[in-house]
């Protein structure tokens, strides 16, 4: 990393010592007003900003951070997002909708005073589930004397209109919280299992997906666009793939290093971009004892995901990790979002002279 991330360090260590969002553990409300670096030391403050956001500026490896946000009001600092580590590079809101006021102020304050953008999920894998439950009531609850015969069926057309309306009510929300961008999230079908005709309305169907999610990005030329899933099983293009500044290989059940390369390689394809990728682990959920996801062995899978994105391979692209659940790192036993800070001190070491 350049050597501003030695300058950010340094600043940092100031910044610590007065911020209470980077010490608190405490999950209950407190009515104190603490005197942070920005108001006991305004000129310091506006450097180490200025800083940060001459950090992101850098080409580095990225670390995105997919936070569980609330409707309600945040309760403890672990519930803002605006005590996520100022090196994360992008936010996720894994619940887009119905924003708090907290949580929507705090989306503007990291944009505006870090150049840390907020982007939501288009997650067309929860809409297709979502539509299968759907049929799946129609049928369960159908009148045997009903003379509609669509009720439970599903056809290209019936899926290409509702998935339309589904995926336009989603983009709704992203202009109307003014979200820097969207992380569009497919699944789908290996095309090599298909036949002819399976194919052909798996290319109908995918049309019908990501139709006006092209429009939306075609309207929003400033916005940033992520693809997470399975670039090798989409059969049309779509700038959701072609546009996405990042592609993002979810691992979340990974257990070592093996099995992040297995991943990527999986979806390796002629036509998918591979100089974008992006690993996807997850932080430890500490109330499930019983989940493994997030354990590599005796360290963590975002360490893990770091040391393996920290070595170089000529086949694709490494461009940094995205761990899901973020907020989970919030309460490390060691400190306050230590995985995440590792792993951003591993991908981008400061220069040691």
Known sequence: ????????????????????????????????????????????????????????????????????????????????????????????????????????????????????????????????????????DEAESKDPESEDETLGVDTPERFVSWIGIRVKTELEIADKYNYSGINVIFGGKNPASMTDAQKEEAIIRQQGMFSGINDWISAHQKAIVFFEGSPRNVLVETAALTSSKYIIIAAESAGNEASLSYAINNVLDDFVPSDRFVIGVTAVDITDPTNTNGIFGSKSAIVGAAEWNAQPTAKYGKKGVCVNHAQFDYYDITNVYSQINKAISIMNPSPVK
């Open 1 to 136: 990393m350049k050597n501003i991330f030695k300058y950010i360090v340094i600043l940092a260590a100031g910044a610590l010592a007065f911020q209470a969002c980077d010490k608190w553990t405490d999950a209950e409300p407190v009515e104190v007003v603490y005197k942070d670096l920005k108001s006991k030391n305004p000129q310091l403050w506006a450097k180490y900003m200025e800083s940060i956001r001459n950090y992101h500026n850098t080409d580095h490896q990225v670390l995105i951070a997919k936070f569980d946000n609330k409707a309600t009001t945040p309760e403890g600092r672990g519930e803002h997002i605006n005590c996520l580590p100022d090196s994360v590079d992008y936010v996720i809101l894994n619940n887009a909708d119905n924003l708090n006021d907290v949580i929507a102020s705090e989306m503007q304050e990291l944009l505006t005073e870090k150049y840390i953008p907020t982007l939501m999920n288009i997650d067309l894998v929860a809409m297709i589930k979502e539509y299968n439950t759907m049929l799946a």
